[in-house]
């Protein structure tokens, strides 16, 4: 494996020391939104039939004014009224149904794109590894996931609606316009390309700004989605007041921010609507003189008024669509950098499947530094053989936990190499190296539904008699059955309705369940009472029974179990063997041991006192 081991991790470096691409605004950039409405071509040219349509009825009205001003006025044809009348409200008919058709199918690609988007988003950061995790905020992704991605929808959607639909019109009224009289519309069009400059820059400005505002509410949104989470702590340490006040902060950076961004656009929409109502009165006076010169009738005149009013109101809702579609470029950018970002940890191209390992676990002169900083682990070698249970021991910061997160291949290592069963884990597929591992964090993190659904997030597919086998193994299925609604009791955010002993218990059921031969446990009893400790001691007694364990101990007095324990300090395993070797050795375990046994004896004492 060497080679394709040698490779697979220069990838995986390069490829997570690689921030993802800027996405520059622009043609690419909208190829690249345009391509979600593919799947719905056929939707799309149906609804732009029927947006076409609608735009090309929209320009009905006028010509039928004109006619009414020049002939039924003129002559006093009251019979020509009626028909003209009837026509007006059949071609008003006409042009609902076709606006309910095109209506319906925008709205329906937009639903689909949004459904589309965060399952494609949502999926790709389920797929990217565990650094990208501890670097980047739960509210700033939810961010992503509903307010971006509700922008590009409406860009997508109802702005690209609005701009077809306003642009055809707009052509057909100058089209109708130049028919009626050329001079007249030339001398309208002659404003054009100020109000498209215009455009131009306060777009760029109104991209900026709103990229802020975008950024500002994501970042409130963490603060709340922290305090939130952290609840527990809020309200022991009496800090509602501190959280409400971090928040206002927030919201008010957002505020100050959207407040930039209303001032641009509340002097840039008057603007443009001074110069539309400014070639309005152009079109009056001009055109009365067209008229008063014979070259032009009355009606005709009412019509190019009209039509004038169509191109003013369809160019100023283009200009303002302009804005609205550099505002979304934000979102847009934000949203695909996030798609573009890589897995710092991936498959190699010829990984191999597990099938059910015997549980071997090899460290191989292992090193490992988060990003730059300072090495984590330095040259770490050992061997676990098959169903032994090994202890990880040290002081804090001594590289304990970035061992037990190298073994399922949470990260990748940046020297030597972990092997289950004598292959490297960076030749096995993710997938499969941790099915045939079972984790028991120190602290254990229900999801909100059911006893039933969290045991059976071990293995779905299990049936009742071995979901409750596992309950009873964990010493769960007493105190589950004695809940109000058994296994189908919901446990809670974070499974803030069950005590710690409890949640502790269900996530034993849940490994017990996967039937791992892997078991990395991270000392799931240092927190608990006396009665919750054994019980959760006798669950685990039972989980590791035939599996190789690995155990994170905190103290000391439960290392007993463990066939040899590993002494780490400063990255590096300073002592290695059983409990009674260590401790005639007189190291550091030796010392660490009788530390903790002092300061409980202490405790102990102080205790007795009263204290």
């Known amino acids: 494996y060497c080679r394709t081991l040698k ?15 800027d996405i520059p605004p622009g043609p690419v950039q909208w190829r690249r939104m345009l391509g979600y409405l593919a799947p719905y071509k056929w939707r799309l040219v149906l609804a732009l039939a029927a947006l076409s349509a609608a735009a090309a009825l929209s320009l009905v009205f006028p010509a039928v004014i004109r006619s009414v001003v020049d002939s039924v006025l003129v002559e006093g044809d009251e019979g020509l009224l009626n028909r003209i009348t009837l026509a007006l409200l059949g071609v008003f008919f006409v042009r609902s149904l076709v606006s309910l058709v095109e209506a319906y199918n925008l709205n329906y690609i937009g639903e689909r ?33 509903s307010s971006d991605v509700t922008m590009m929808r409406g860009a997508l959607t109802s702005n690209l609606n609005t701009l077809l639909h306003q642009g055809l019109t707009m052509i057909g009224a100058v089209a109708i316009m130049v028919v009626i009289n050329w001079r ?20 760029a400005i109104l991209r900026r700004i709103s ?8 970042a409130s949104t963490v603060v709340a989605e922290e305090a939130f989470q952290n609840i527990r702590e809020v309200k022991s340490f009496v800090r509602e007041d501190h959280e409400i ?12 921010a959207a407040l930039r961004l209303l001032r641009v656009r509340v002097v840039f929409t008057p603007l443009v609507a001074f110069m539309g109502f400014g070639s309005l009165t152009l079109i009056l006076w001009f055109g009365g003189r067209e008229v008063l010169a014979g070259r032009l009738t009355g009606g005709e005149l009412v019509a190019f008024l009209i039509y004038g009013l169509t191109v003013a109101g369809s160019f100023a809702s283009l200009v303002g669509l302009y804005t609205s579609f550099q505002e979304a470029l934000g979102a847009t950018k934000r949203v695909f950098q996030l798609l573009d970002t890589p897995p710092a940890v991936r498959d190699a191209p010829d990984a191999i499947v597990l099938e059910r390992a015997e549980g071997r676990i090899t460290f191989e002169d292992v090193s490992f530094t988060y990003g730059d900083d300072l090495e984590v682990l330095r040259h770490v070698n050992l061997d676990i053989a098959p169903g032994e249970i090994v202890a990880l021991v040290g002081p804090s910061g001594a590289g304990k936990s970035t061992m037990f997160n190298l073994i399922p291949r949470f990260y990748d290592v940046t020297g030597g190499r972990v092997c289950v069963d004598g292959i490297d884990v960076r030749a096995i597929t993710q997938a499969s190296l941790r099915a045939q591992i079972g984790i028991v964090p120190q602290e254990t993190l229900l999801f909100g539904g059911s006893i039933r659904e969290n045991i059976l997030y071990g293995r779905l597919d299990a049936d009742e008699d071995d979901l409750i086998a596992a309950a009873r193994a964990a010493n769960a299925h ?8 058994g296994y189908e009791t919901v446990v809670g955010e974070r499974g803030v309705r069950l005590s710690g002993g409890q949640r502790q218990r269900i996530a034993i059921a849940r490994a017990i369940l996967k039937d791992p031969r892997i078991l990395l446990l991270d000392e799931a009893t240092s927190s608990l009472d006396s009665e919750s400790e054994h019980l959760v001691q006798d669950a685990l007694s039972r989980l590791m029974q035939g ?14 179990i463990a066939h040899r324990i590993a002494v780490l300090d400063a990255g590096q395993i300073v002592e290695l063997g059983t409990h009674d070797d260590l401790m005639a050795a007189g190291g550091l375990y030796a010392r660490l041991y009788e530390m903790q046994f002092r300061e409980a004896d202490l405790l102990a004492a102080a205790s007795g006192n009263g204290l």
């Not at 490779?7 to 691409?21: G, H, I, K, M």
């Not at 001398?187 to 306060?202: D, E, K, Q, Y």
């Not at 007493?478 to 809940?483: V, Y």
């Open 7 to 21: 490779e697979a991790a220069l990838f995986t470096r390069r490829r997570a020391a690689t921030p993802p691409a």
């Open 113 to 145: 794109i949004v459904m589309d988007l965060r399952r494609q988003l949502y999926a790709h950061i389920q797929s990217l590894s565990m650094g990208f995790f501890t670097e980047r905020r739960v509210g700033e992704l939810v961010s992503r996931m």
């Open 184 to 203: 007249l519309t030339l001398s309208i069009l002659l404003m054009v390309p100020v109000v498209i400059l215009l455009g131009f820059i306060f777009g």
């Open 211 to 218: 990229t802020e505002v975008q950024d500002e509410l994501a």
């Open 245 to 256: 006040a971090r928040y206002n902060q927030a919201i008010g950076r957002a505020f100050n």
């Open 478 to 485: 007493e105190f589950i059955l004695a809940l109000p609604q």
């Open 547 to 560: 599996r190789t364990t690995v155990i994170i101990a905190h103290r000391l007095s439960t290392v007993r």
